[in-house]
């Protein structure tokens, strides 16, 4: 158990999450879980689970993966996205895809040259999370839990 207490200390007073709770620049909540949302899919893919891969390879890899999910909507559209294309994202607000890519477009134009720093932390924290909800699982079944 104080494994476990030490790693949960450790991420809630981490420079990581020191640096994410200090704004680089203001977004909104659906932005911040659009991108998010997208970094925690892009962890799960095969890629980023290669291990031979360097660390500034998985930034740019997130960045190509992040700016792919405009073409895989619509294979028109190329990040950045011209303003006719953003304002047919807008227009399709019941449509839960096209508004998480109008958010996603928005953080990533608000991040501009902080997006690879904000990139490599937030992958970062996502490793670190994973750890942590892997090890509390092992701990809970490792003490009789049960379905």
């Known amino acids: 158990m104080l494994v476990y207490r030490d790693e949960v200390d450790f991420v ?6 020191f640096k994410l709770a200090t704004a680089l620049f203001k977004t909104s909540q659906e932005e911040a879980r659009a991108l998010f949302g997208y970094i925690i899919d892009f ?10 891969i360097a660390r500034v390879a998985d930034v740019k890899n997130l960045r190509m ?15 950045p996205l011209n303003l006719v294309q953003l304002n047919t994202l807008k227009k399709r607000s019941e449509d839960p895809e096209a508004s998480r890519l109008y958010a996603l477009h928005s953080m990533l134009s608000k991040a501009d040259k902080y997006l690879e720093q904000l990139l490599d932390k937030l ?10 909800v892997v090890r509390g ?5 490792s003490r009789g839990y049960r379905w």
């Open 43 to 52: 962890s799960n893919t095969a890629i980023f689970k290669n291990e031979k």
């Open 12 to 17: 809630l007073t981490s420079e990581i999450n």
């Open 65 to 79: 993966y992040l700016e792919h999910q405009f073409q895989l909507y619509d294979t028109s559209y190329k990040y």
């Open 137 to 141: 699982w092992i701990m809970l079944f």
């Open 123 to 132: 992958l970062s924290a996502v490793v670190v999370a994973k750890q942590l």
